[in-house]
């Protein structure tokens, strides 16, 4: 789909030397993306082993803006990443947009930039139905799975010496080992973002055909608003990221894009349901305001 920026921003790269990741991309005629393989909804892999998800098709939107500001069709190329391995993959040039469910925080915006916000969500507490554990004060003493370069693994370490919960905080490598250690009974719980617990559970239904065994508990235990990564201090590529997401929210594309991925079926058959949050509502209305 051929957006047409005004085209302030392509007009720019046109009458300007290009830098940076625009620059980079134009000569090698493709995009490279860092994509999640079990992120649901956002960036996982369907049943032909192909990068989908909410995050994933609003990139897709964005290698097109980026093509028409460089005056050249771009192929995407696709680089699995964890939650450990992204922001390096993105710092170190070995991926040029990073795809998935991440949290955007100053921290990270010291090594990477972020695109405006396309999500909001929170740790929270995935357990089987009928666990003793309600909210976080019942770990104590307990094993709580998390995922190695979250912002949950920080939360829940935090926790744990904040109230004194003593728990076994066990790391896996993606969010998908951490899941299975729940299923296995070798953790009493899985925390991370509570879309991507409610995603587990969609396509644990999906399998088990309706006798999905688990539930989200407790409390939001952090704020996490999720971007799209790239590289830091590229000025050109920040105008063009920051433009392209003005014209997405003006368009209603990511609006639309929300309904498909969070509305309506997914491709394994269950919907997640999740309405949009009051906070995502009126960052994309933030979002679609043409600045002066």
């Known amino acids: 789909m051929a957006w047409g920026l ?7 790269q046109s009458d300007a030397e290009l830098t940076g990741t625009l620059a980079k991309v134009r000569n090698a005629g493709a995009v490279t993306i860092g994509f999640r393989e079990s992120s649901i909804p956002f960036s996982y892999l369907n049943a032909r082993k192909e990068p989908i998800g909410y995050s994933v098709e609003l990139c897709k939107q964005l290698v097109d803006m980026v093509g028409d500001a460089v005056h050249k069709t771009l192929a995407i190329k696709w680089v699995p990443v964890t939650a450990a391995s992204r922001i390096d993959a993105v710092a170190n040039g070995q991926v040029d947009l990073e795809c998935g469910s991440t949290t955007s925080n100053l921290e990270r915006q010291k090594r990477v930039a972020f695109s405006p916000t396309i999500f909001v969500s ?3 507490l995935l357990v089987k139905k009928g666990s003793p554990v309600k909210e976080y004060r019942d770990l104590a ?8 370069g979250t912002t949950n693994e920080k939360t829940m370490r935090e926790l744990s010496e904040r109230f004194k919960l003593n728990l076994n905080i066990v790391v896996s490598t993606d ?10 009974g070798k953790a009493d719980a899985f925390a991370t973002d509570d879309v991507l617990l409610y995603g587990f559970i969609a396509e644990d239904k999906a399998a088990t055909k309706g006798a999905g065994d688990y539930q989200v508990v407790g409390d939001f235990l952090s ?6 990564m790239y590289r830091k201090d590229d000025p ?3 105008r063009l990221v920051n433009d392209s997401f003005q014209v997405l929210a003006q368009d209603g594309e990511i609006e639309r894009q929300y309904k498909r991925w969070f509305l309506r079926k997914l491709p394994s058959g269950i919907s997640l349901d999740l309405a949009m949050s009051p906070q995502l509502e009126t960052i994309l209305q933030t979002m679609a305001v043409k600045s002066e």
Do not use: C, N, R, W
């Open 6 to 12: 005004g085209m302030a921003s392509a007009q720019a």
């Open 122 to 124: 929170g740790t929270k």
């Open 141 to 148: 003493g307990k094993t709580v799975a998390v995922t190695s």
């Open 175 to 184: 969010h998908a080992e951490s899941f299975g250690l729940v299923k296995a």
């Open 223 to 228: 704020y996490d608003p999720y971007g799209v």
């Open 236 to 238: 050109q590529m920040a």
